[in-house]
């Protein structure tokens, strides 16, 4: 299997090659023996064999993007396959996705539509490992490795070709802010909120030298061109110039109020460029130790600044939504570039000095033309803010880092490829299936629902009319109505007309939780104004207002019988009569690891629990008894959902994996791994349709498979 597709390839057997490696079983148990990375180089062979074949390269990208959640969990390839390839116009493809789709040695979700990166596209690969946000970013010499580092306190070297970490340096006691390689590639020098820096020694994994002497947190360091001196900036408002081999600082630069948050150094070595807090750049000469100009303009802090290969000019990102080109020589900002959306935390240069890259908390990379002061593309694919980046020595790929926990390698000379789909432009925060299965209705934090045909993945309708982000959404059992919670208000929508018939108000805080129960005559909400409210749908009047024993009320969900709910309140889960008003039962300790973000009750009447700390418990509400603790997700589980048979519960996560669940044996059933958090899960009437909200903006359509048919009177 190993060094099949090599021997076909130099055997000149071109459709024997092309057959292997867009056979779905050979890839899966390829992706199971040996890892992602061997199949994709076999896909590189037959390149260098004269081999060029459009398909090929399209199951290459979707391995390539993939290869972060296939590596360790080779189920998902069908998945992951199935989401990012193209589904009409190439024969090639179209079989492997049938083959894909037919799949059923296991149990897995089968994006309906492709919903997930798609291959062609300017990102090339995602690179996972980091447990904190990854906030610096800088690349070897020779184009080979990437050197990140984050807020686990850690650095990681990746081998930019395997897309695999070869080294975990560790040492820091603190987060990890700042790094630069040095010239021969041979070191890295890092930034820390210890307060110190580090020299690392790259080929055994070391650190050579622990440089001390700031007060504040090293938030920037950058090296000079000889290899001889690194120069960090801290938040005790100066920089320093340590000498590499002695592992001393030789210069303390003052001058600036402020933190310094960026630095960089010319060509030349002779001078370095500072940006601070104080909103100013700062010009120093390295050999006398003293700021000879200083360039005011931006509006907000100074967070990025890189210098042109030529050293005339140095680029800032701004706090303001800017970057600034300046002439080094006259001090004088000569262009301003505008098209983020938030704050810019990153900049670049490329080597040829034609562009810049920046990095933004809007989330996307972009690439500028510094000569016409244009922005030329938007890379968007990260889910939180980016606050790293770096451009590969060749110019033709650059390496962003975020507060996803990602980094992600872009090609910059491929074109975008159009969204498969037009999704909200903010969080999914909240997504329902009416009861007859043709729709899904999605709440986000853009303001808006969006209502979407489920046989086509296609949005159909828009609801506008909040004023705030939409955190709560519920379907009323006989599918006429949706209830959307945002703000400390909800309103009721007519789906049929698309328009709301009623808005709600009553609450003195956010609504954290809204519900309908079975008979759809009422709503219940959960505040963090202490109360829980049950209202009467039709007249949109409350009813009741019971006050919490324990603070905040959310995450409801009411019994089948429609007399109880089950709920948070302040950190414990309980259950209420909603007929008295009464705290029935408490369940747990309460502790504050154990919050409870999500709760969903399954026909018989157990509760399924999401917590804070990634787990989900089964409760039996009678006995007052945990059944089942699910342990699997690494972060917060933000959303759970049951099928309506009962044998299964389905968590959305922070951890950007979808899983579920057997309630009958609490094993893990299936996972899907999307590209960011997914705030919001449900499930349809068939018990087999999930839906999944992200964090992108996007929802997923999916279908669990290789479980058998649902039982008989489920459709």
Known sequence: MGELPYHLTWAGRAEDFRNTLTEFNFLYAKVAALGPQ???????????????????????????????????????????????????????????LQQAQDWRAAAWLRPLFPTLTQSAGPLLRTLEGHTGDVTAVAVTPDGRYAISGSWDKTLRVWDLARGEAVHTLKGHRDLVYAVAVTPDGRH???????????????????????????????????VTSDGRYAISGSRDETLRVWDLARGEAVHTLEGHTSPVEAVAVTPDGRHAVSGSWDGRLKVWDL??????????????????????????????????????????????????????????????????????????????????????????????????????????????HVV?????????????????????QQ??????????????????????????????????????????GHTAGVWNVAVTPDGRHVVSGSDKAFKVWDLARGEAVRTVEGHTNKLDAVAVTPDGRYVVSGSWDGTLKVWDLERGEALRTVKGKRGAFGAVAVTPEGMRAVLRNGHKLSVWDLERGEEVRALGEGRSEDWVNAVAVTPDGHAVAGHLSGTLR??????????????????????????????????????????????????????????????????????????????????????????????????
Request: hydrophobic letters at 40%; charged letters at 25%.
């Open 38 to 96: 061997p199949l994709i180089a076999d896909y590189d062979e037959a390149r260098r064999a004269g081999f060029r074949d459009e398909s090929l390269e399209l199951v290459q990208d979707a391995l390539r993007l993939s290869a972060y959640v296939v590596g360790p969990d080779p189920v998902q390839l069908a998945g992951q396959l199935v989401g990012r390839l193209p589904s009409s116009g190439d024969a090639t493809v179209t079989r492997l």
């Open 188 to 222: 890295v020098v890092s930034g820390s909120a210890d307060k110190t820096l580090k020299v690392w020694d790259l080929v055994r994994g070391e650190a050579v030298h622990t440089l001390r002497g700031h007060e504040g947190k090293v938030r920037a360091v950058a």
């Open 287 to 396: 050999e006398r130790g003293h700021a000879f100009r200083t360039l005011s303009g931006h509006t907000g802090t100074i967070d990025a600044v890189a210098v042109t290969p030529d050293g005339r000019h140095v680029v800032s990102g701004s706090q303001d939504k800017t970057l600034k080109v300046w002439d080094l020589a006259r001090g004088e900002a000569v262009r301003t570039l505008k098209g983020h959306t938030n704050m810019i935390d990153a900049v670049a240069v490329t080597p040829d000095g034609r562009h810049a890259v920046s990095g933004s908390w809007d989330g996307t990379v972009k690439v500028w033309d510094l000569e016409r002061g244009e922005a030329l593309r938007t890379l968007e694919g990260h889910c939180n803010e980016v606050e790293a980046v770096a451009v590969t020595p060749d110019g033709r």
């Open 400 to 420: 962003s880092g975020s507060q996803d926990r990602t980094l992600k390698v872009w090609d910059l000379e491929r074109e975008a490829v159009p969204r498969t």
């Open 423 to 464: 999704g909200h432009s903010g969080w999914v925060t909240a997504v329902a299936v009416t009861p007859d299965g043709r729709h899904v209705v999605s709440g986000s934090q853009d303001k808006t629902l969006k209502v979407w045909d489920l046989a086509r993945g296609e949005a159909v309708r828009t609801l506008k």
């Open 618 to 715: 089964v409760w039996d509400l009678e006995l007052g008894e945990a059944l089942w603790i699910l342990e699997g997700h690494t972060e917060t589980v933000n959303c759970v959902a049951v099928t309506p048979d009962g044998r299964y519960a389905v968590s959305a996560s922070a951890d950007n994996t979808l899983r579920v669940w057997g309630l009958t044996d609490g094993r893990l059933v299936a996972v899907f791994h999307g590209e960011g958090r997914l705030p919001a899960c449900a499930v349809g009437p068939d018990g087999r349709t999930i839906v999944a909200g992200e964090r992108s903006g996007r929802v997923h359509f999916l279908r669990l498979e290789g479980v058998g048919p649902p039982p008989e009177g489920v459709t």
